[in-house]
């Protein structure tokens, strides 16, 4: 069964103090994985695309690397706005556009 | 990237009652699909809704429960049946890229409190 779990749950850091999230997945056959930021009260928004190991995409103070049994998304000095939950998610074995997320990683950044 | 929207935003609702959530898309799209997000958790995949076809059910989720319209290529209902305060979530819709890897796009979601 397709699994993907995030760490930590919550992660609380001050303005300008670099980080990292994880995301790691067992999947049969990766076929893309995805992160999501997600703001409370709001739908999620697509950030990124990985496709395979040793992928990296930037996007602000966000980077985010595979390896084949996990994903990171590293943030960079850090700003209050950035204060979201992060979520990753992989498409389903069984059908492809059908996606799997994990329980997010909740970042706060204080000023 | 399509633009999603649903109706209503939010809604307060007494057990026993129904409610349908509407999604708006501002392009034609095969497929759309539905989730649940129940408070402090991650998005759970309720059904797949394809046009002129029945909607494919997650497992732990009915037709009875969930009833699915899919009308045309733009539009989408979810109706949430015989409510409790279980089903207290926020309700949202996604479609996928036109092309591979086909990432999901959301809309706003629909925040529902059963009383």
């Known amino acids: 069964e397709d699994q993907v779990t995030q760490s930590p749950e919550a992660l609380r850091l001050q303005e300008g103090e670099s980080s990292s999230l994880n995301c790691s997945y067992t999947?049969?056959?990766?076929?893309?994985l995805f992160w999501y930021r997600q703001d409370p009260g709001k739908g999620p928004e697509f950030l990124f695309t990985?496709?395979?190991a040793g992928e990296e995409k930037e996007k602000e103070r966000l980077k985010a690397t595979l390896t084949k049994k996990e994903s990171f998304l590293h943030i960079t000095a850090p700003k209050p706005e950035d204060s979201a939950t992060y979520l990753c998610?992989?498409?389903?074995?069984?059908?492809?556009?059908?996606?799997?997320f994990g329980q997010g990683t909740r970042l706060t950044i204080n000023p | 990237s399509a633009v999603i929207s649903q109706k209503p935003s939010r809604d307060i609702c007494q057990r026993g009652t129904s409610l349908t959530i509407q999604c708006q898309v501002d392009?034609?799209?095969?497929?759309m699909f539905w989730y649940r997000q129940q408070p402090g958790q991650s998005l759970t995949l309720i059904a797949t809704?394809?046009?002129?076809?029945?909607?494919?059910?997650e497992s732990g989720f009915v037709i009875d429960k969930f009833p699915i319209s899919r009308p045309n290529l733009t539009f989408s209902t979810l109706t949430v049946s015989n409510m409790s305060p279980e089903d207290s979530s926020i309700y949202l819709c996604?479609?996928?890229?036109?092309?591979?890897?086909?990432?999901?796009?959301f809309g706003p979601g629909t925040r529902l409190t059963v009383t």
């Open positions: 990985l496709y395979s």
């Open positions: 998610a992989v498409p389903f074995l069984q059908g492809a556009q059908k996606l799997v």
């Open positions: 996604s479609v996928p890229a036109l092309v591979y890897p086909y990432e999901q796009y």
């Open positions: 999947v049969s056959g990766l076929r893309g």
């Open positions: 809704a394809n046009q002129g076809s029945e909607a494919t059910y």
């Open positions: 392009s034609q799209v095969t497929m």
